[in-house]
């Protein structure tokens, strides 16, 4: 089966989805932000399309590893997201945190690497923060 990652942001979500192996995660989408129930009923698409059993979210924490302004936020869409999906019959799916400090640097740096022009990286950042978060999961199993 098959995991999703998120990288959920105040105006987009960037979605990457693992190999049907679990091996490497590939970036798929960036949701742009329309409201947390609609949003989060996109994601429960994105499950079922590629069947997955398990979302990945990226938690921004402090440097120090306290909480941010964001943190929260993140946390309010996850419950929605869990909430969403038992009443839709998927209590099954595993909701699961990665830590996601330096993600978006992470993700800077490897298009500027790749001589991704700067207009471009503003539009996949969170798409390939979402490929970090995930590709870090699995590579910690």
Do not use: H
Request: glycine share 8%; aromatic share 2%.
């Amino acid at each position: 089966m098959r995991k999703i990652g998120l990288d959920v942001g105040d105006r987009t979500i960037g979605i990457a989805v693992s190999d049907p192996l679990g091996i490497t995660a590939q970036g798929i989408t960036i949701l742009e932000r329309i409201g947390i129930r609609k949003d989060a009923g996109k994601v429960i698409d994105y499950i079922k399309e590629y069947d997955c059993d398990t979302v990945v979210i990226g938690l921004p924490l402090n440097m120090d590893g306290s909480d941010s302004e964001q943190t929260e936020k993140v946390r309010q869409f996850r419950t929605m997201l869990e909430n969403k999906m038992r009443s839709t019959g998927m209590k099954e799916i595993k909701v699961v945190w990665q830590d996601e400090r330096l993600t978006t640097v992470q993700a800077e740096r490897v298009m500027i690497d790749a001589k991704v022009s700067r207009k471009k990286r503003k539009q996949v950042i969170d798409k390939q923060a979402a490929v970090i978060i995930l590709q870090t999961n699995l590579d910690s199993m």
